[in-house]
């Protein structure tokens, strides 16, 4: 069974620009969420999405965006990026029940110069 | 607030040694906790998926024990290789209705073996 795939896997970008990064989860799991992590702020939620429907939120501001589709997959989108936007964004996905276990992808390492 | 600390920040041991990593947190109403293992530049590795009605669960080398109403989780690692070097992350899934999918990690603890 494949794991979760982070797609790109490296992206270096210019502030202002703006980024979409994409996650795709395990067959059959319908939750996935997002977290930012940094070396000093450590793992952060940015957003969970399940069925298509955000259904929690981290408290980040309204640059950071996401949506899934209905074959699982999500994006993630940062506009009007920042220089302390560059950190490793890491998605997990879930099967359905809250008591499963949570898996993740390898990460996509974002640089903001 | 939920809130999971981890301790020590950093330990470092001779190959061959049994170690306990530490976890705490200070709401209990938790669905489950879980220990991941991350190695430098890279993704989670789900290590042990402890729910809340438990209070251990074995993999290999590895057991980990859940306290929940003390806020208390420990991480044992048997005999321990060079290869276990990497930081260990503790989470904790909170309960509630909301708040179904959202892990909250501590800092965690970056582990050395040394051969």
């Known amino acids: 069974k494949a794991g979760v795939t982070q797609t790109p896997r490296y992206l270096i970008k210019t502030r202002g620009q703006q980024v979409t990064l994409s996650c795709s989860p395990i067959?059959?799991?319908?939750?996935v969420s997002w977290y930012q992590q940094t070396p000093g702020q450590g793992l952060q939620f940015l957003f969970e999405?399940?069925?298509?429907?955000?259904?929690n939120k981290g408290n980040f501001p309204g640059r950071f965006s996401g949506r899934q589709f209905s074959n699982s997959r999500s994006e993630m989108n940062v506009s009007t990026l920042e220089l302390g936007d560059s950190a490793l964004y890491l998605c997990a996905s879930s099967a359905e029940t809250r008591e499963t276990e949570a898996f993740f992808g390898q990460g996509t390492r974002l640089t903001v110069v | 607030k939920q809130e999971v600390t981890q301790i020590p920040a950093a330990l470092s041991v001779p190959e061959g040694e049994n170690l306990v990593l530490n976890c705490s947190f200070t709401?209990?109403?938790?669905?489950?906790l879980q220990w991941f293992r991350q190695d430098p530049g890279k993704g989670l590795t789900s290590l042990l998926l402890?729910?809340?009605?438990?209070r251990e669960q074995t993999s290999g080398r590895l057991n980990a024990s859940l306290d929940k109403s003390s806020g208390r989780s420990t991480l044992y690692i048997a005999a321990s290789q060079p290869g276990d070097s990497a930081t260990y992350l503790c989470?904790?899934?909170?309960?509630?209705?909301?708040?179904?999918?959202?892990?909250?990690f501590g800092q965690g603890t970056t582990l050395q073996v040394k051969p």
């Open positions: 402890i729910q809340s009605s438990q």
């Open positions: 709401d209990s109403a938790i669905y489950n």
């Open positions: 067959s059959g799991h319908r939750s």
């Open positions: 989470a904790v899934r909170r309960g509630g209705s909301s708040n179904t999918g959202k892990l909250i």
């Open positions: 999405y399940f069925s298509e429907t955000q259904r």
